[in-house]
């Protein structure tokens, strides 16, 4: 329970998502659960696909059918509460931020992690981003088994 523990339950977290057609394309996902004083994702987005209104402490929302999956608000999200995600045959891909040294390699397989720091699985590094825009922020896609598609949340070390 996120007020206890700091994990959001698995109905907080279905509710960031799309339906799965909607993700046989990338989308965004938000995963804001609370009302903070914060707007880079919607400053960011060159679609105008987040939302967040006049107030800025108002959760973000995603509209799907304007989003791209482009990976933009990822690395401007201050808070890493955001991820791209595409179901992709029996695999989702992710692209997520990463602020860890060293950074991973393509095609290197990586530890897959749930929102509690479990181990739930592999995940393969397919790309690696750093652009100077980035500052620092590295935009990491990587590959791993469907069933974890509400609970990947990060990668942990190489396996």
């Known amino acids: 329970m996120l007020n206890k523990d700091g994990i959001p339950t698995q109905e907080q977290i279905r509710s960031c998502f799309p ?3 909607a993700l046989l394309k990338p989308k965004a996902i938000v995963e804001c ?25 108002h959760r973000p929302t995603v509209d799907f059918s304007l989003c791209t999956g ?3 608000c990822v690395f401007s999200c201050p808070g890493l509460a955001i991820s791209v995600a595409q179901i992709v045959g029996d695999q989702v891909r992710f692209k997520i931020s990463y602020e860890m ?18 181990i739930i699985g592999e995940a ?18 990587v590959l791993t088994n469907k069933k974890h598609l509400y609970d990947f949340i990060a990668i942990r070390g190489r396996i």
Request: charged share 20%.
């Open 124 to 141: 393969k590094i397919e790309k690696v981003t750093l652009g100077k825009a980035q500052d620092k922020t590295a935009l990491v896609q």
């Open 101 to 118: 040294l060293p950074l991973p390699a393509a095609e290197e397989i990586w530890t897959a992690v749930n929102r509690a720091g479990e």
């Open 33 to 57: 659960y609370e009302e903070i004083p914060c707007n880079p994702c919607s400053t960011s987005c060159p679609f105008h696909a987040i939302t967040i209104g006049e107030n800025i402490n």
């Open 70 to 72: 482009c990976g933009i």
């Open 19 to 21: 339906g799965e057609s």
